[in-house]
């Protein structure tokens, strides 16, 4: 396909571990973070900006071209990020599951670099109670 089209389409994603459990260790956090980048740069078009979070949930700053859907692309790096750590762990059980649900926000181009210092410091946003509630949202469920 020929590339006949412009777009700046930014999106800020969010999606917790399964049951929100600190699943995200200082062991499965790098090999969850090199996952989730190996199979979101395997797209083609999509670029990764910033990949954080904490223990119980994760947090990326990516651009897309208007031929990938959202949907799509969330279910593919969700699903082959868990299952590419609980390989390389070779375990029995599953070390790392992810929670139904996802959150998406777009931004302008020129708001990146505040989104991605956003991602950067994440421990520190919840540890001083700073978090943006319309950056963490994951489902409409929450209040």
């Known amino acids: 396909m020929s590339k006949t089209y412009y777009c700046e389409i930014n999106l800020h994603l969010v999606w917790h571990a ?3 459990y600190p699943l ?3 062991t499965i956090e790098p090999l969850a973070h090199a996952a989730i980048r190996r199979r979101l740069v395997e797209m083609p078009g999509v670029m990764v900006h ?3 979070g904490t223990e119980t949930h994760i947090h990326m700053a990516i651009s897309i071209p208007p031929t990938v859907t959202i949907s799509d ?3 593919r ?3 082959g990020s868990s299952h590419d ?3 390389r762990i070779a375990r029995r059980d599953k ?3 992810w929670q139904t649900g996802y959150g998406v926000v777009s931004f302008g181009t020129g708001d990146l670099p505040w989104v991605v ?4 410091e994440q421990r520190e946003h919840h540890a001083r109670a700073t978090a943006q509630e319309r950056l963490e949202r994951f489902t409409n469920d929450q209040p």
């Open 18 to 20: 399964k049951e929100s």
């Open 24 to 26: 995200l260790s200082e």
């Open 50 to 52: 910033e990949i954080g």
């Open 73 to 75: 692309l969330v279910g």
């Open 77 to 79: 790096v969700k699903g």
């Open 85 to 87: 750590v609980n390989e």
């Open 95 to 97: 070390v790392l599951q």
């Open 117 to 120: 210092n956003y991602i950067r």
